[in-house]
């Protein structure tokens, strides 16, 4: 198997949720020689140092020093998103039914395919907050139960007898998952918190606090006679952050100063402060600026000169619905990376950045391909024009193209994902 696929592979099977993402980052810009600073702290930093930074642990933002300023040659930026649809558990989640089985509160976070999340091995990952030695420093843990714990038991067709000519969900009757069975009445009590006191070692009453996310504990594996698909939970959009680490570690210009960007609650419009639409970013920036004693007027010189690309996946034609699609503009799945266009601006992509990101295809040997919605149908947005309210940049929204987003597990081909590497590599060496 090709070695970045096998990166990938490795790379979605530990981030099962936006938190352990940015740990997998983490743990690779580690070994890789990044430093990481603290938002709190003063930055002093080197030409062609290698630093990141985290924010609520739930995004990271990554980046290696130019020998030039950025006034001189500008930012180069990859922007992606740690978070994918699933379910958070809700505080007080157990409840209890009959003869002993206890289900799990919970509500839906983003917009998943509600019925692709039946009667699969699922389980909880996210992070827990416990008691510091004062209270405004409490302690985080990242958690990860690494064995199938839930399961959400669809009903039975003989109840629901027209299920199949479509099916109402409810999100708080239909899909709360199942978490075992309690004969003593005394080990209902506090079922979940005791499972995160044992996945971690500490004691029940030091956890004040969690956020924990549902996830499949189904590994990504190849699919297809070839093996051409990937299928996987989450490649929306950890196949872009991996894409675009994969291309910081590897590229070489040393002249400009190049950030990978990965935001979290993009599923849910990005408003929050570890969201695309904060100034975190835009600090981050003016931070390197500063430390380049570059004043606010070189900054924005270095706006007017930097580009980013902005990589969230797109929609791949899907064979069974031609009709969905726009009839000249249709990516298909191992057709290579997508450049995505809207005329009302939904995308930061115009001609002068497509013309960009196109030769920056053609020059590093990659297909391309475009996307546009059927003019019927309205589409999504995504980070880039979200970041532009927040830094006037030039930039392109791109992304491989997906079978079946936002389902537990998606599908997308395998060709692509290293084209996207060599483009993005290409991006960051030139
Ligand atoms: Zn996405």
Redesign the pocket.
Known sequence: MNTYIKSLIEFLDSSVCNFCAVETVKNQLNANGYKELKFSDSWTLEKNGKYYVTKNDSAIFAFVLGDKSPAETGFKIIA??SD?PCFRVKPNAEIKSEKGVVKLNTEVYGGPILYTWFDRPLSVAGRVILKGKDVLNPITRIIKVDRPILLIPHLAIHFNRSVNDGNHLSKQKDMLPVIGIFNEIAEKDNILLNTIANELSVSIDDILDFDLLVYDTQKAGLVGLHEEFISSGRL??LS?VHASLMALLEGTDTNSTRIIAIFDN??TGSGTKQGAASPVLKNIMKRICRNYNDNSEEFMRALSKSFMISA??AHAFHPNYAEKYDPTNHPSIGGGPVIKINANCKYMTDAHSAAIFRSLCEASGSPYQYFVNHSDVAG?S??GNILTSQIDIEGVDV?NALWA?HSVRETGSVEDHCNMIKVMKYFFSC
Do not use: K, R
Request: without cysteine; glycine residues 14%; hydrophobic residues 25%.
């Open positions: 992606a998103h994918s929306d959009d872009m993009e599923e969230d996946n999504g995504t980070l992304g987003m």
